[in-house]
């Protein structure tokens, strides 16, 4: 699969608010996951949710469809919203660009980020083309294993744009969430480009917790802000059969 237009929407509050539909849909997910709505359970009725929550049945409509796109619950017409038996992996809509470390946190594990090495060097050919970069210039290597309590679950490989980054900004990663340190100097992504690919290498990530079988699903992503300009490029090699991607067949 190639091309996948996907966004990442800003969680910050203040003068860049979530919209309120996935400002909901994200509140229910939590629920669904911490177990107040089980597997097979049905959630109260759309007008329900609207009261409480105090919103149009418009908007719980638009916080149904992104759960529906999550794989987290089965929307039958007619007869409401249930829960889907999802099993205790992490999965992620492959539409959405959401942290993965939020993910994991939501599935109930607890999630962790192991940085392996920062480093500023030239780009390659095929890292500069992505990012729009002079040949030769500068970027900011950032190699990283995500954890979900203490298993690795993908290893992410990202380049920067470095172009004047200080000594002192380039230190600043290596400390949490990559998209929260990019987010501090102004490299704020809202969207990417995505394509998945099946790998099959032994020269992917480091430690014992590597893969023997050397299976990877790779997510393959340059990263935007509002204006269009790349801001990182990302490979991120999730580990065969320890994180889910859900697509939804459209009818």
Not at 39 to 47: M, V
């Amino acid at each position: 699969m190639s091309g996948t237009d996907v966004t990442r929407t800003d969680t910050t509050r203040g003068t860049s608010r979530i919209p309120l539909g996935r400002e909901i849909a994200e509140d229910l997910r939590r629920r669904i996951v911490g177990g107040e709505f089980p597997p097979g359970a049905r959630l109260p009725s759309e007008t329900d949710l609207a009261a409480a929550y105090r919103v149009s049945r418009v908007t719980i409509r638009t916080a149904a469809k992104a759960l529906e796109s999550q794989g987290l619950v089965d929307i039958r017409h007619g007869s409401g919203m249930f829960v889907v038996d999802f099993g205790g992996q992490i999965r992620s809509g492959v539409q959405e660009l959401r942290s993965i470390t939020e993910t994991i946190a939501e599935m109930g594990l607890e999630p962790g980020v192991e940085y392996h090495s920062i480093s500023r060097r030239p780009g390659s050919r095929n890292e500069s083309s992505r990012l729009h970069l002079d040949s030769g210039a500068d970027v900011l290597e950032l190699q990283r294993a995500i954890t979900a309590d203490s298993e690795v679950v993908a290893y992410s490989y990202d380049v920067l744009p470095a172009g004047d980054m200080t000594t002192e900004v380039e230190n600043s990663f290596g400390d949490g969430s990559m998209f929260a340190s990019m987010d501090r100097i102004g490299l704020v992504s809202v969207r990417a480009l995505a394509e998945l690919h099946a790998v099959h290498s032994a020269d992917i990530g480091w430690g014992d917790d590597r893969p023997d079988n050397g299976l990877y699903l790779l997510l393959d992503q340059v990263h935007f802000d509002r204006d269009g300009t790349p801001v990182a490029y990302s490979q991120t090699y999730f580990v065969e059969g320890r994180f889910q991607f859900v697509l939804l067949r459209t009818r």
